[in-house]
């Protein structure tokens, strides 16, 4: 009995982490299979033709409303494919210059400034070994383009061609389904604020002056620096949002705020320093 040749995409988990207000997407890879069913003889042959398989990005906003979605390639794996077997089972042997070019994709900066890690800015490539032939040497990735950040939901479709001929169109083989924000994007945050802050002890108001200080910044960073005779530090083009401020033993939380509003009071919890004259 005949049969169309298609292609099943299975999701590579990645289990949730809890307690973020943004989660990462939980799927990481996906693996590629065919399967054969359906009354239409496969185009596949027994002798290897050349063949294509493309990978299609849908990226939208909602799942429920009407689409506003956009569309765009993700990437390319030449080769050829035939069948094998009885029942007869399609095969397939990968370009290794085609895994290569998948394997070596750019991955530009991100334009939004928070958590890279939060993003997911690839999906690995995994094959099924009855389906095709290994090819160890690559390691095969679709690279999601920078406007991924402002969808939550993406739909990766896959087509086949075979000899020339549209074998699988995208909407007859299955569908992987990628969350990318688990409501929506977050707002970019503002990459030009300020750290300005006269510190002062948290029991007699004295300036913490000449003092050692590091600043653990919300992605990851650290600025490190000594207060001045007032207390005072600035840090200059610091993220918006709230980043941690170490002062010997004691931490205190400390937010970015726009260049116009600098040298702020701020007093340091817990940190006990009585001057001359009050004493």
Request: proline share 10%; with cysteine.
């Amino acid at each position: 009995m005949p049969h169309a040749t298609r292609l099943l995409l299975t999701p590579v988990p990645r289990s949730m982490p809890t307690g973020r207000t943004e989660a990462p997407a939980t799927v990481t890879g996906v693996t590629l299979k065919f399967t054969q069913f359906g009354a239409i003889r496969s185009v596949a042959e027994v002798a290897p033709q050349p063949a294509q398989i493309e990978f299609i990005g849908r990226f939208l906003k909602s799942i429920r409303k009407a689409p506003d979605e956009r569309v765009q390639s993700l990437g390319v794996i030449q080769g050829d494919i035939w069948l094998e077997g009885t029942p007869p089972r399609a095969r397939f042997q990968c370009d290794p210059a085609s895994l290569m070019a998948l394997s070596a994709a750019h991955l530009s900066d991100l334009t939004f400034p928070h958590t890279v890690r939060d993003l997911p800015r690839v999906l690995d490539l995994f094959f099924d070994t009855e389906s095709f032939i290994p090819c160890p040497s690559a390691a095969p990735q679709l690279t999601l383009p920078d406007f991924a950040a402002q969808y939550p939901y993406l739909e990766v479709l896959v087509e086949l061609k075979g000899g020339g001929i549209l074998e699988a169109p995208r909407g007859d083989n299955s569908i992987l389904d990628v969350p990318i924000w688990r409501d929506s994007p977050p707002r970019r945050r503002p990459l030009n604020c300020v750290v300005s802050l006269l510190l002062r002890s948290n029991s007699g108001n004295v300036a913490l002056a000449n003092l050692p200080y590091k600043l653990q910044l919300e992605n990851g960073a650290a600025l490190e620096g000594t207060t001045d005779k007032d207390g005072f530090l600035e840090h200059l083009g610091v993220p918006a949002g709230d980043h941690i401020l170490v002062v010997g033993s004691f931490k205190s939380i400390v937010g970015a705020t726009p260049p116009d509003c600098v040298r702020r009071l701020h007093m340091m919890v817990g940190y006990v320093l009585i001057s001359e004259e009050i004493a």
